[in-house]
């Protein structure tokens, strides 16, 4: 009995679907639409955050020396540095190849420069930390101590730009959270008013349901369907679409100012399960939010 | 089978109900009768279960209406058939779909509801008109599928509120030998109208409401 009852529930479900296919088709649509920024906001998120756990993880180090350094100096920097565990020279900028580098990072921009040319950029060793799962390495030691030496200027490390973004991304994630809030508050008020518009149709139906002795949820059960119906269709179609525009746009590695490439990737399966079900139990709550105000009038 | 004991109902200063006092055996054929506003839309509607009494109570088969859930009075409702005046059907449902739905609401099987529904389209002698629409058929034709929905679950009561209220002469006495057939099988009848010529001769029991109160109760 209970199989036969939930055949007619979706029976029931669907056969309004079908009989109502503009209003249901406009709200799956506007939903969509929501669901689609909601996922383009995760997507976003997910891969700024495992772009800043993939550069935190290896720690590069620029120590720009003073003007007119001698080469006994550099000697003397080049052995300390040496002395720090995992420390690997990458390189010694000289000032021209610092204005290379420069012109090069602002590409099209690189006419600023001109009149420039004898504008003195230091002299530099980058140097790279490997292998930093055992938290050995403290940059901030390493940077006040390499600056206490004669002819360091200043030392600047990946980790201060990872510091300083990571609040950005504190803040991206406190609005992410609140227009995430506000696109499913939006996504109930949409599938409630919906429902809502297909109970008053059917109001009368309704009524001589129960007048026939049908039982509360046997009325509603139908409508929460719909609901979930809406909701499921929404959450795979902006699945999709978001997958197409990741597809079309292909901007799967992305050099934001010679900070470490941005590789995009999609969701996982559990994020775009996450979407799915999001989108199902908005649908079924806003199903129960109209259908509970209906009976309650 | 319906008791009621010092009913009174009331719409904001408006007495609908005062003091009724009524029993009703099982098997019984009672008409009630009144001017309009004499409340017998809503003595139907108290014994039906869709209007609660301000005070008093109501017994159906010795269950009290003002003491049962929700979900049980659904459950009741489907032992009690309604016949409304405007018949309530669903014009966008066929004739067969409207009288099956007294049954699908119960979960009954499939099989069986097609069975029963086409048994009691052939009791109101619509045999034929499964799968016409109402707005198709004529207003006694509409009221014998309002009547087929009633008694498809085998009703302990069927309550008709002004049921040849919108029919000619003709199709109102083929109505009442139908709620006769109805009530030889051992359904409680109780026919609320306003028709003198309905309530000539029947040798069944009249109770006359005025201003909400009984002020007769005689053999017809």
Redesign the interface.
């Known amino acids: 009995?209970i199989i036969?009852?939930w055949i007619?529930f979706f029976r029931s479900a669907f056969s309004n679907i079908l009989n109502n296919p503009l209003i249901h088709l406009i709200s799956i649509g506007t939903i969509t639409i929501s669901m689609l920024l909601f996922g383009a906001f995760m997507l976003l998120s997910m891969n700024l955050n495992n772009w800043i756990r993939e550069w935190g993880e290896s720690l590069s180090m620029s120590i720009y020396l003073k003007d007119g350094v001698d080469e006994k100096a550099k000697k003397e920097i080049e052995s300390a540095i040496k002395k720090f565990k995992g420390a690997e020279i990458k390189g010694f900028i000289t000032k021209d190849q610092a204005m290379i580098n420069l012109k090069e990072g602002l590409g099209e921009q690189a006419g600023l420069l001109e009149g420039l040319e004898e504008m003195a950029l230091p002299e530099s060793f980058e140097i790279i930390f490997k292998d930093r799962s055992d938290n050995s390495v403290d940059p901030k030691l390493i940077k006040s101590s390499l600056e206490k030496m004669k002819g360091v200027d200043e030392v600047q490390y990946s980790q201060q730009w990872i510091e300083r973004f990571e609040g950005v991304m504190d803040m991206f994630r406190v609005v992410g959270l609140a227009i995430g809030g506000l696109l499913c508050v939006a996504v109930l008020f949409i599938i409630s008013n919906t429902i809502k518009l297909t109970i008053y149709s059917r109001r009368?139906?309704i009524?001589?349901?129960?007048?026939?002795?049908?039982?509360?949820w046997?009325v509603k059960i139908p409508f929460l369907i719909e609901g979930a119906t809406q909701g499921l269709l929404s959450g795979i179609a902006a699945l999709v679409m978001l997958n197409l525009a990741y597809s079309v746009i292909s901007l799967k590695a992305i050099n934001l100012f010679g900070l470490p490439v941005i590789n995009i990737a999609f969701l996982s399966v559990q994020g775009s399960i996450f979407i799915i079900c999001l989108s199902l139990v908005l649908g079924v709550a806003g199903g129960f939010i109209s259908i509970g105000r209906f009976f309650k009038s | 089978m319906i008791q009621l004991f010092k009913v009174c109902k009331s719409y904001g200063t408006n007495k609908a109900l005062d003091d009724i006092n009524l029993r009703m055996r099982k098997g019984e054929f009672v008409f009630i009768t009144g001017p309009s506003g004499a409340g017998k839309t809503t003595l139907l509607r108290i014994i039906f279960g869709t209007a609660r009494p301000t005070s008093g109570q109501i017994l159906i088969d010795g269950i009290n209406l003002s003491r049962i859930s929700r979900l049980k009075l659904d459950l009741l409702r489907r032992k009690i058939g309604f016949v409304f005046q405007d018949f309530k059907l669903l014009n966008s449902k066929t004739i067969f779909q409207n009288v099956a739905l007294a049954l699908e609401v119960t979960g009954e099987r499939p099989g069986i509801i097609r069975k029963k529904t086409h048994q009691a389209l052939r009791a109101v002698g619509l045999s034929g008109k499964e799968k016409a629409f109402p707005l198709e058929l004529s207003g006694g034709e509409q009221q014998r599928v309002a009547i087929a929905r009633a008694i498809i679950n085998e009703p302990m009561i069927l309550v008709a509120d002004e049921p040849t209220g919108n029919l000619d002469p003709d199709i109102t006495k083929e109505i009442m030998v139908l709620f006769r057939s109805v009530n030889l099988r051992g359904t409680t009848l109780v026919i609320a109208t306003h028709n003198r010529e309905l309530l000539k001769d029947t040798g069944q029991r009249i109770i006359a409401l005025d201003k909400g109160r009984v002020i007769e109760e005689r053999i017809g």
């Open positions: 009995m036969r009852l007619y009368d139906e009524e001589i349901y129960k007048l026939m002795g049908a039982t509360d046997f």
